[in-house]
């Protein structure tokens, strides 16, 4: 496997590291040999520091996992003043997406305008499946209202290239993803996780679903997204294998990310990119 040219810049071997599952690289330091991958999408960023919902935050089930973080992260300062550079110093070949997130517009695009001048970003990945609290909870990527005020405007905040992950529970996948092309976004992160609840299992109540399931969900839709628009996919959801890799790549994918596996073997991303190297 070639190394890939996205972004405008390349990436050593396709396969990523999640959104979530290395927080900004240093949790796994010392375990896991980043420039061994394509890069690293780190948690998401908001303005302020978040300390997340309260534990037990993840619940395992046969087909992967439940979890509801909640973003927790330190915030925009402590990202750009300490996380990013250390990444920066750290990093040799791998590549940096940063995770945007928020609760209002103005959240997201404060985080984009804030990091704009971090050399070590490749690029920033949009989440849309937030609640919007300017529209009574609504998700930002559940209209096309929504999502193209969401990209437009995080498109208009900084000129770092953008990949927004939309959720797979939308009505028309492939409409939601010509949306974000059209507002200026440069890829799509098919798919982020699914709505689910097990009673009891997680203190918030309901989380997102991760992990096997995911695997033929977020196949198809980077299959219908890749052949019916033509634009960059970095597919996710459910990938534990170079033959699931395969499957995302075979669909259309320019880019894999790996998460739920990642957390069970921290060792499976690495494997997977020497896999994909030997054909």
Sequence with gaps: ????????????????????????????????????LGGI??????????????????????????????????????AREHELPWLAARLKRARVLVNVAGATVADYVEVIAGLADQPVIAAFEINASCPNTSAGGLEFGATPDGL???VRRCRAAGTKPMSVKLSPVLPDIVAMAR???????????LVNTIPGRLDHRLANGSGGVSGPALLPIGVLATLKVA???????????GI????????????GASLIAIGTAALADPRIPARVARELARG
Aim: aromatic content about 4%.
């Design 148 to 150: 193209r005020e969401l």
């Design 41 to 78: 999408v780190t948690k998401a960023v908001t303005p302020e520091p978040r300390r997340g919902h309260p534990a037990p935050r993840v619940a395992e089930f046969a087909g992967g996992m439940l979890n509801a973080v909640g973003l927790a992260n330190p915030g925009l300062v402590a």
């Design 179 to 189: 949306v974000a092309r059209d507002e200026g976004a440069d890829a799509v992160t």
């Design 227 to 237: 052949e019916q628009l033509g634009m960059p996919v970095i597919g996710v959801g």
């Design 240 to 251: 534990r294998s170079a033959a699931d890799a395969r499957e995302y790549l075979a669909a």
């Design 1 to 36: 496997m070639t190394t890939v040219r996205l972004f405008g810049v390349e990436f050593p071997n396709p396969v990523l590291l999640a959104a979530g599952t290395a927080g900004f690289g240093r949790e796994v330091d010392g375990v896991v040999d980043l420039d061994a």
